[in-house]
């Protein structure tokens, strides 16, 4: 922190004498380091792949060239004010400085150059639509928070535990392929600016992922995943907890390798807590991200309708990263400061299906002139307004064993032979720029058949749900009495942020899906080895 202080300063008074009339001295310059340690055990096929730690310093320069009002980041622009470099990884105070000083110096090199061209293209192009300033002004924000040291567990004992997970894939000789990975994260952050904000925050978080594929007889192929998150190893499932859920995800695997192929549908469906809460996160939460109002290539679905409803009545939807855990379970989504030195806040998007405002980093747009605290980015990108936890909530709720019997009414009602019941949703993605239509599409995991006629329940497999925002989020009638979590990592152009969603179950009138992509490869000629043996081979 000492050399990152004394750095800065020395850079803007030194920039600032030393511009040249076709100069610009740069208004801002931000510093924000981050002190990663990583461990990562893999393993698959029942044995360890690999087991390695690693430590790593990086910082993110950012120096804006211009005023709040027009800077370098203009327009397309916005990433020329981002420069990343490696920290030494020892307490040399003068290497950090002279590090800090050459890619100070690149980074100034670059914001000037794109300042340039912004300010040619203004002297040409059309008026913009709107016309908000490139950078929010804020107060200066001063915390220093506990370091957390390295995380100290049983790295050998770990490599025992992951191995042995997965080596239960080997009784399921259809599982093609799998994976169980442990990943121990732990990061001091370190940030200082010209405005003189002044931040140490740590952050930690340990997570398995366990990943499966199988492929059924007619060339599809079929994956399931599950993630358990916590803040340390011993918050972490019981090793015999982890098993029986790995069991339960082979067991599935192997139903949906046989189970039939759906049909494209369009009527009544049943989404699960879970498949509520990542639907929501793709459907509705990348709309409202602020970024995604401003410029002429986004499509802009929410801008306009603040102050009116675009959700039924009794939905509202917040966006929380200041809540750790909910319900016993560790949310990814949870963080203190953004990558911009803002405090993380709470967020009422939308309350009673009337929409209020919109997730900002320090990027204004119309009518919002201020970060909410939810500036995020990868390391190494440059920060835009993204999710942190978004949590759905509703007055209009129903029993979940009432939701079914309210399904099969639906389904009767609209005459059709079935709905859909989305018990678990892996991932999706949407689409909001305007030269792509504005709709969005859902990957299920686990999809059944719910029959009128008291028909047992039935798997299917090769599911997608699409649609557009505007019509899907109309559709729905009611909502279960308990909340599912989704933890996960969302992309977007600021990279990979960890990400969590919290919703009820819910009761849709109408959801549309289509097949999923299918392969031609058959399941492979040659058998697993111990599949034709009673013995497993080690």
Same mark, same amino acid.
């Given at each position: 922190?000492?050399?990152?202080?004394?750095?800065?300063?020395?850079?803007?008074?030194?920039?600032?004498?030393?511009?040249?009339?076709?100069?610009?001295?740069?208004?801002?310059?931000?510093?924000?380091?981050?002190?990663?340690?990583?461990?990562?055990?893999?393993?698959?096929?029942?044995?360890?792949?690999?087991?390695?730690?690693?430590?790593?310093?990086?910082?993110?320069?950012?120096?804006?060239?211009?005023?709040?009002?027009?800077?370098?980041?203009?327009?397309?622009?916005?990433?020329?004010?981002?420069?990343?470099?490696?920290?030494?990884?020892?307490?040399?105070?003068?290497?950090?400085?002279?590090?800090?000083?050459?890619?100070?110096?690149?980074?100034?090199?670059?914001?000037?150059?794109?300042?340039?061209?912004?300010?040619?293209?203004?002297?040409?192009?059309?008026?913009?639509?709107?016309?908000?300033?490139?950078?929010?002004?804020?107060?200066?924000?001063?915390?220093?928070?506990?370091?957390?040291?390295?995380?100290?567990?049983?790295?050998?004992?770990?490599?025992?535990?992951?191995?042995?997970?997965?080596?239960?894939?080997?009784?399921?000789?259809?599982?093609?392929?799998?994976?169980?990975?442990?990943?121990?994260?732990?990061?001091?952050?370190?940030?200082?600016?010209?405005?003189?904000?002044?931040?140490?925050?740590?952050?930690?978080?340990?997570?398995?992922?366990?990943?499966?594929?199988?492929?059924?007889?007619?060339?599809?192929?079929?994956?399931?995943?599950?993630?358990?998150?916590?803040?340390?190893?011993?918050?972490?499932?019981?090793?015999?907890?982890?098993?029986?859920?790995?069991?339960?995800?082979?067991?599935?695997?192997?139903?949906?390798?046989?189970?039939?192929?759906?049909?494209?549908?369009?009527?009544?469906?049943?989404?699960?807590?879970?498949?509520?809460?990542?639907?929501?996160?793709?459907?509705?939460?990348?709309?409202?991200?602020?970024?995604?109002?401003?410029?002429?290539?986004?499509?802009?679905?929410?801008?306009?309708?603040?102050?009116?409803?675009?959700?039924?009545?009794?939905?509202?939807?917040?966006?929380?990263?200041?809540?750790?855990?909910?319900?016993?379970?560790?949310?990814?989504?949870? %963080?203190?400061?953004?990558?911009? &030195?803002? +405090?993380?806040?709470? #967020?009422?998007? $939308? *309350?009673?299906?009337?929409?209020? !405002?919109?997730?900002?980093?320090?990027?204004?747009?119309?009518?919002?002139?201020?970060?909410?605290?939810?500036?995020?980015?990868?390391?190494?990108?440059?920060?835009?307004?993204?999710?942190?936890?978004?949590?759905?909530?509703?007055?209009?709720?129903?029993?979940?064993?009432?939701?079914?019997?309210?399904?099969?009414?639906?389904?009767?009602?609209?005459?059709?032979?079935?709905?859909?019941?989305?018990?678990?949703?892996?991932?999706?993605?949407?689409?909001?720029?305007?030269?792509?239509?504005?709709?969005?599409?859902?990957?299920?995991?686990?999809? %059944?058949?719910?029959?009128?006629? &008291?028909? +047992?329940?039935?798997? #299917?497999?090769? $599911? *997608?749900?699409?649609?557009?925002? !505007?019509?899907?989020?109309?559709?729905?009638?009611?909502?279960?009495?308990?909340?599912?979590?989704?933890?996960?990592?969302?992309?977007?152009?600021?990279?990979?942020?960890?990400?969590?969603?919290?919703?009820?179950?819910?009761?849709?009138?109408?959801?549309?899906?289509?097949?999923?992509?299918?392969?031609?490869?058959?399941?492979?000629?040659?058998?697993?080895?111990?599949?034709?043996?009673?013995?497993?081979?080690?």
């Amino acid at each position: 922190m000492d050399a990152m202080t004394a750095e800065l300063d020395r850079a803007m008074t030194s920039l600032s004498k030393a511009a040249q009339p076709n100069q610009q001295p740069p208004y801002y310059i931000g510093y924000d380091a981050h002190d990663l340690t990583r461990l990562n055990i893999l393993a698959q096929q029942g044995a360890i792949v690999s087991s390695d730690e690693s430590h790593q310093r990086t910082a993110d320069i950012t120096v804006r060239i211009g005023d709040w009002k027009v800077d370098n980041t203009h327009g397309t622009h916005r990433t020329s004010a981002l420069h990343s470099i490696e920290l030494p990884l020892t307490e040399n105070r003068l290497a950090i400085a002279r590090t800090l000083w050459w890619g100070t110096n690149a980074c100034y090199g670059n914001a000037l150059q794109s300042y340039l061209k912004v300010k040619s293209e203004l002297a040409v192009q059309a008026k913009e639509e709107d016309n908000s300033p490139d950078f929010s002004r804020q107060d200066a924000v001063h915390a220093q928070l506990p370091l957390i040291p390295t995380p100290t567990l049983d790295r050998k004992a770990w490599e025992q535990r992951i191995r042995a997970l997965s080596a239960i894939f080997r009784a399921h000789p259809q599982i093609i392929t799998n994976m169980v990975v442990l990943t121990v994260s732990s990061v001091n952050n370190y940030f200082v600016s010209s405005e003189g904000s002044r931040l140490v925050y740590p952050h930690q978080l340990i997570r398995i992922v366990v990943v499966a594929s199988t492929r059924a007889e007619d060339g599809m192929d079929i994956s399931l995943a599950r993630t358990f998150e916590s803040r340390t190893d011993h918050d972490l499932p019981s090793q015999t907890e982890l098993e029986r859920q790995i069991q339960l995800l082979a067991g599935q695997l192997d139903a949906l390798r046989t189970a039939p192929v759906a049909e494209p549908y369009n009527g009544p469906a049943l989404l699960s807590g879970r498949a509520s809460a990542v639907f929501f996160h793709e459907v509705l939460g990348h709309r409202l991200e602020g970024q995604r109002q401003r410029g002429t290539q986004e499509g802009q679905t929410f801008t306009k309708d603040v102050g009116k409803p675009i959700l039924p009545a009794f939905i509202s939807v917040a966006d929380d990263p200041t809540i750790a855990v909910f319900d016993g379970t560790y949310l990814s989504g949870y %963080y203190t400061y953004d990558e911009e &030195g803002q +405090p993380a806040q709470r #967020v009422e998007l $939308v *309350q009673k299906g009337i929409l209020q !405002q919109f997730l900002m980093s320090r990027m204004p747009i119309a009518n919002f002139d201020s970060s909410n605290g939810h500036g995020r980015a990868q390391i190494g990108r440059m920060p835009t307004g993204r999710q942190g936890t978004l949590i759905v909530t509703s007055t209009n709720i129903t029993p979940e064993k009432k939701l079914r019997k309210l399904l099969i009414d639906e389904i009767k009602k609209q005459n059709k032979p079935y709905g859909l019941y989305f018990e678990d949703i892996a991932s999706g993605y949407t689409l909001t720029q305007r030269v792509t239509p504005q709709a969005f599409q859902v990957i299920p995991q686990l999809v %059944y058949r719910v029959y009128a006629d &008291g028909r +047992p329940d039935e798997l #299917v497999r090769g $599911v *997608q749900i699409v649609g557009t925002p !505007q019509t899907a989020l109309t559709q729905i009638l009611a909502t279960g009495d308990k909340q599912g979590v989704f933890n996960g990592e969302c992309g977007a152009e600021s990279g990979s942020v960890p990400v969590s969603a919290i919703a009820p179950a819910m009761l849709f009138g109408e959801i549309e899906t289509q097949k999923a992509p299918q392969g031609k490869a058959r399941p492979p000629i040659l058998p697993s080895p111990g599949a034709d043996t009673a013995q497993e081979v080690q």
